[in-house]
């Protein structure tokens, strides 16, 4: 298992670092000593990206237990205290499929309401399949914009782990992570070709529940 673990970890890196050379940045895989900025002290990144407008500090995980950021909180508070940079937390959970991307960007709050006023037009149309997914995207967004508001490394994190994590920290209720995480089997069953029963029900029990995660999302701005 250990072995198992440890390929996938290295072929994570290599696909990131790959994602980030494409873009045009300097790729450090397993930086030297001589080669990591002073504010990093002792920390030892599985890569660091250069580029011309942002530098990007990147920690790979495997597995997605609760209270993964916690132990990055304080690094990623220093390091958004450098002019430039940026640390991503990239989590694979080895028992799925799920890979979240490395470098795209998130949709910002604009595109997370229509796509929210799209997902309801959609359902009423009788698509309810698209309606879902639209709905999906648009609740797991406003989750890591609240994520990263917070300093939390979770923007990259596998769907369950940015659930939980969140409710750990008390930044959702019990009843939000609930119904997430029942929405996330209703997704999983979708996106890979099954039959999705009770959809109608999870579908309005999520859509019920992102008032209270916008709540929490323009509290943070105040």
């Not at 045009?24 to 660091?48: A, T, W």
């Not at 890591?144 to 596998?158: Q, T």
Request: aromatic letters at 6%.
């Amino acid at each position: 298992m250990r072995n198992i673990t440890e390929d996938i970890h290295r072929r994570k890196i290599e696909e990131i670092a790959s994602d980030y050379s494409k873009q045009g940045y300097k790729v450090l895989v397993e930086p030297k000593d001589q080669e990591l900025p002073s504010f990093l002290g002792g920390f030892r990144p599985d890569l660091i990206a250069i580029g011309p407008n942002d530098s990007v500090v990147v920690e790979v995980k495997i597995g997605t237990e609760t209270a993964a950021s916690e132990r990055f909180r304080e690094l990623v508070e220093t390091i958004q205290q450098q002019p430039g940079w940026r640390f991503s937390l990239v989590v694979v959970d080895p028992r799925t499929d799920e890979v979240t991307p490395s470098i795209q960007t998130l949709l910002d709050m604009p595109q997370i309401v229509e796509r929210l006023r799209g997902a309801e037009e959609l359902f009423r149309q009788g698509s309810k399949d698209a309606a879902f997914i639209v709905l999906w995207l648009s609740m797991e967004a406003i989750l890591r914009h609240i994520a990263i508001k917070e300093n939390l490394p979770l923007e990259r994190v596998p769907s369950s782990a940015l659930f939980k994590e969140l409710y750990s920290l008390g930044l959702i209720s019990i009843q939000a992570l609930n119904i997430c995480l029942r929405a996330l089997t209703v997704r999983n069953a979708i996106v890979h070709g099954f039959e999705s029963p009770g959809l109608d029900d999870v579908f309005h029990s999520l859509l019920a529940v992102v008032p209270e995660l916008l709540e929490e999302f323009n509290r943070q701005k105040e």
